[in-house]
């Protein structure tokens, strides 16, 4: 199944303004931090343990507990309850995007033993918030009910001096859409007002990019790949052919230690991950 806007949400601003509130004294853990250049921080609200700090994303028998986090936050834990059925439900999480910070492109569920089927729910953005999936850019709205098929490479952006904040459900994978959503949903694709229009490649970007080659090491490597990911969101370049980049840039380099950086990167963002990293809950 793949991405697509289900509807969106009534939202009362004055009731999420203060639970919002709450959440701003919240501890966020920083699980999956590897995947991010610049700040990417979760917490739970329903998982399998009932403690808010533990936030991975794994395969486990029976119902989810509400942590304590969900207790404190009665707009939020209502719309969700309004929203979803609970009998699929695996994890719910609150993340937080900071400002200027990028998701590398990466499909997940590569290290879990089953997929989830996926929502998102933006609860605090605005328009210089991005997501993507492979070459499409586009924008979740505040309140909107997101599907969004995580097994696709996909990436995400904020510019916003406010921290991006976004629930995310992971639900069972062998189910249907009707025995998750209460509410009645569109299956409208990612419409055309949430997509983002990008500039075309110049013929000779792919030649021209790899002067990045004679700044890059280990020190800014990190930044080379924001700037390229960031290039992503802004131009007509897909989110794999980051890595594509990325790895000629430390080709020409011809430092080996970068080629490997780069190699090693790819193969986990996009082709596998050991499970002994799921960490323990
Ligand atoms: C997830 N995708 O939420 C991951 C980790 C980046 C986005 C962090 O499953
Ligand atoms: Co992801």
């Not at 949400?9 to 009731?15: A, G, H, N």
Request: charged fraction near 25%; proline fraction near 3%.
């Amino acid at each position: 199944m793949n991405t697509k806007k289900l509807g969106e949400l009534r939202i009362d601003m004055v009731d999420l303004q203060e639970d919002l509130k709450q959440i701003a004294n919240f501890y966020f853990s920083s699980t999956y931090s590897e995947f991010i250049c610049g700040v990417w921080e979760s917490c739970a609200l329903w998982n399998k343990s009932g403690l808010p700090n533990n936030t991975v994303v794994f395969a486990y028998e029976g119902q989810p507990t509400k942590t304590l986090y969900a207790e404190q936050l009665p707009y939020i834990s209502n719309l969700i309850q309004n929203t979803f059925y609970f009998d699929h439900l695996k994890l719910i999480r609150l993340v937080r995007l900071k400002n200027n910070s990028v998701i590398i492109p990466h499909k997940d569920f590569l290290e879990t033993e089953e997929e989830f089927l996926r929502f998102h729910i933006p609860l605090q953005t605005d328009e210089s918030c991005f997501n993507s999936e492979e070459d499409t850019v586009y924008h979740m709205k505040l309140g909107e009910i997101w599907h969004l098929n995580a097994s696709l490479v996909h990436s995400a952006a904020s510019f916003s001096p406010q921290e991006r904040l976004h629930l995310i459900l992971d639900f069972e994978k062998r189910v249907n859409l009707q025995q998750i959503i209460k509410i009645e949903f569109n299956d409208e694709g990612i419409p055309p007002e949430n997509i983002i229009e990008r500039e075309e490649l110049k013929a000779n970007f792919f030649t021209e990019i790899k002067v990045l080659s004679k700044i890059i090491n280990q020190f800014n490597f990190i930044d080379i790949l924001a700037i390229l990911i960031k290039t992503h969101f802004t131009k007509n370049l897909s989110a794999a052919k980051v890595f594509y980049i990325l790895f000629k840039i430390a080709e020409e380099s011809e430092d080996p230690a970068l080629i490997e950086k780069a190699k090693n990167l790819y193969s986990y963002c996009m082709l596998e991950r050991d499970s002994s990293l799921l960490g323990s809950e």
